[in-house]
């Protein structure tokens, strides 16, 4: 609303207003609620009577921040710039959480809002009772700024100084229309999950990004599918294929957390890291809303969010149909070979005589009236033996003519055999079922094809890629330091960065990164995904790594990788040279499968970021064989001819942080 009509507006009938609108938190917390948006209301009210060049302004109450599943206190929309405004009422502190709480907020309209861009956007925290220091103003410009501190007192002064100091921008913000414009948040993997879970819609949430028709379009295309599967009584198969960070996880949150919920539907993985953290993060949301209840809420997320190795030994010990109608499988290109499943179940408690795609059919077809599987497939993301590749599941589709298969062409044009899927007779078309545009990567949707021409040793394509989307969201550096420092720097809000690295750069330990996550250990991964610096266990705390097999299906904001010598240039020649450390000495592996998984390893970590990854390479030691300095010098020579920008450049985040210190 205008603020001369919010001036005239009774605090009561406004309250009310707000009540209505958010009729769940006013309940849940009927008392406090009630008093913090009297307190806010009366507080703004008199910071801004008076002042007849505020008038004209709007001031919008319970923004909704769409991919926190938050709202924001107030914004404050000027023509010059916007004003972020989270009021903590009764508090006699500045906290780091609430800092950061606001930030965050500051740092989305400026990710995803159209009308905030090449704007400054400025965050301040109303702590009501507390004693603010002096202001040290921060360059007002393009950007979210760094948060300012006021109380119930300071608050009136603050505003009107912020509004003489913001400069005339080129073209002023049109305040009539700025909550109605376009507002297109790109949710994290943890984020969507939990608005999934408090039956919120992701729709909106990803339709507005850049990718929304192709995300949408498959996501419809998989509730359509199993809402005919249902109608029709069939058993129906549906291949999910996409370039890493395209949204197939997000499309199989949507089936499980949707219209699957009714059916029984579950989200089955391989991935303990991925179950740990998804499983935590919607039992820590959930118990947010009902205090008290985090045991009851884990018990909750572990029937929606199940380990794939034990729903199917469950159903083969146990040969009954089982609850789910619904099940969605990530990584399902994954899934062991038959011949890698027999041989591993022999020392197991239930031994396997198939392929676990033949034993997951199986499974499904037990159901009398219907079900679906949603297998996600993501491309260049094998890491381990054993793993059959869509080729495994051609082969087990092509004994079982039950089933109705639908797919895009692109399950039949990949190079690897393993990754192709056979002609299956009746296969159905559905080339809505392929993601091709990345939506993780938020700045350049030009990472995951740069990543691939990188490890392809495609040097011309990966510049061509660079020149024509500069700048690319890879900075390289040859210091530990200046990458934990720039990390620290550019991880603002909520925002959460962390080391990553190979398992196989067993000589990293030399430089002082000899701590990896262990990832089979849910607690620690838990902390280390979920927990925020000053807690020494979270990623933000940079000093543990996560391997390829601690962070794949997931993400971070800003990334540090750290490039061992596992996977090297050879002079002259186009392919890296993969590597294992055995004993004291580099060795050459022969298995093609194991040099393809290296390399997989690689894609998987260039592929974890957000915003931005920074690629370490090492100095190496010339007194140390095993840490050749000419080794490393040739890594960082490629990566940084591919287009990788040298770190001594201003960070693109620290840029539109508009942070003086950098400055």
Not at 345 to 362: M, N, T
Request: glycine share 6%; hydrophobic share 45%.
């Amino acid at each position: 609303m205008r603020v001369s009509d919010f001036l005239l507006t009774d605090h009561a009938a406004l309250v009310a207003q707000l009540a209505r609108a958010d009729m769940q938190r006013f309940e849940r917390n009927h008392a406090t609620q009630l008093r913090a948006w009297q307190s806010t209301i009366g507080l703004l009210q008199e910071s801004l009577a008076g002042w007849q060049r505020a008038a004209t302004w709007e001031l919008i109450f319970e923004y909704p921040m769409r991919r926190l599943n938050r709202r924001i206190d107030a914004v404050l929309v000027m023509p010059r710039g916007v004003v972020v405004l989270e009021f903590k009422v009764g508090a006699d502190q500045f906290t780091a959480e609430n800092r950061r709480q606001v930030e965050d907020y500051a740092l989305d309209l400026q990710d995803f809002h159209s009308l905030s861009r090449g704007h400054p956007v400025v965050p301040i925290l109303v702590a009501t009772d507390a004693v603010p220091k002096a202001v040290e103003w921060p360059l007002l410009i393009a950007g979210a700024t760094p948060v300012l501190d006021a109380s119930r007192q300071t608050l009136p002064g603050l505003l009107r100084d912020l509004c003489e100091r913001l400069p005339e921008p080129s073209k002023r913000i049109d305040t009539a229309t700025w909550e109605h414009a376009p507002y297109a948040p790109v949710p994290g993997i943890v984020d969507a999950a939990c608005t999934l879970y408090a039956h919120h819609d992701v729709a909106e949430i990803s339709a507005a990004h850049a990718g929304a028709r192709n995300l949408s379009t498959t996501t419809h295309t998989i509730l359509n599918a199993i809402v005919q599967a249902a109608l029709n009584q069939q058993h129906r198969v549906l291949f999910v294929t996409g370039i890493p960070g395209a949204g197939k996880t997000l499309c199989g949150l949507n089936a499980v957390f949707g219209t699957g919920r009714d059916s029984g539907a579950a989200f089955l993985t391989g991935n303990p890291t991925l179950i740990h953290v998804l499983r935590e993060a919607l039992a820590r949301d959930a118990a947010r809303e009902e205090r008290g209840k985090l045991r009851a809420a884990r018990h909750r997320a572990k029937t929606l969010i199940q380990a794939l190795p034990a729903f199917r030994d469950h159903y083969i010990k146990d040969p009954i149909a089982p609850h789910e109608h619904v099940i969605v499988i990530d990584e399902a290109q994954r899934a062991w070979s038959a011949q890698h499943a027999i041989r591993k179940g022999r020392d197991r408690e239930v031994q396997l005589s198939d392929s676990e795609p033949g034993h997951l059919l199986d499974i499904m077809a037990r159901h009398q009236e219907w079900s679906v599987i949603v297998c996600l497939i993501g491309g260049g993301q094998e890491i381990h033996d054993g793993e059959g590749g869509l080729a495994e599941w051609g082969a087990a589709l092509a004994r079982r003519p039950l089933w109705h298969v639908q797919a895009s062409s692109e399950v039949s044009r990949a190079a690897d055999a393993r990754q192709r899927l056979t002609n299956l007779p009746g296969l159905q078309a559905a080339p809505e079922l392929h993601l091709d545009i990345p939506v993780r990567s938020i700045r350049n949707a030009a990472a995951a094809p740069w990543v691939d021409a990188v490890l392809n040793g495609d040097l011309a394509t990966a510049r061509d890629l660079a020149d024509r989307n500069a700048p690319m969201p890879f900075l390289l550096t040859r210091e530990l330091g200046a990458m934990r420092a720039w990390l620290k720097h550019a991880a603002r809000g909520l925002r959460r960065c962390g080391l990553v690295g190979s398992s196989g750069g067993k000589r990293l330990r030399a430089d002082g990164l000899g701590a990896e996550l262990p990832h089979m250990d849910a607690d620690a991964v838990a902390h280390w995904f979920l927990d925020r610096w000053p807690d020494v266990r979270a990623s933000d705390a940079l000093e543990v790594l996560a391997t390829e097999f601690s962070c794949q299906g997931l993400e971070l904001d800003y990334v540090g990788l750290s490039w061992s010598g596992d996977l090297v240039r050879t002079p002259g020649q186009r392919n890296w040279l993969v590597r294992d450390f055995v004993g004291t000495k580099w060795q050459l592996p022969r298995a093609e499968e194991g040099i393809a998984n290296r390399v997989n390893t690689y894609r998987v970590l260039l592929t974890r970021a957000r915003y931005e990854t920074v690629i370490w390479t090492p100095r190496g030691d010339r007194n140390d064989p095993t840490r050749d300095p000419a080794v490393f010098d040739a890594i960082a020579d490629f990566l940084l001819a591919c287009g990788a920008r040298p770190l001594t450049e201003v960070p693109a985040a620290a840029e539109a942080a508009a942070d003086p210190l950098l400055l």
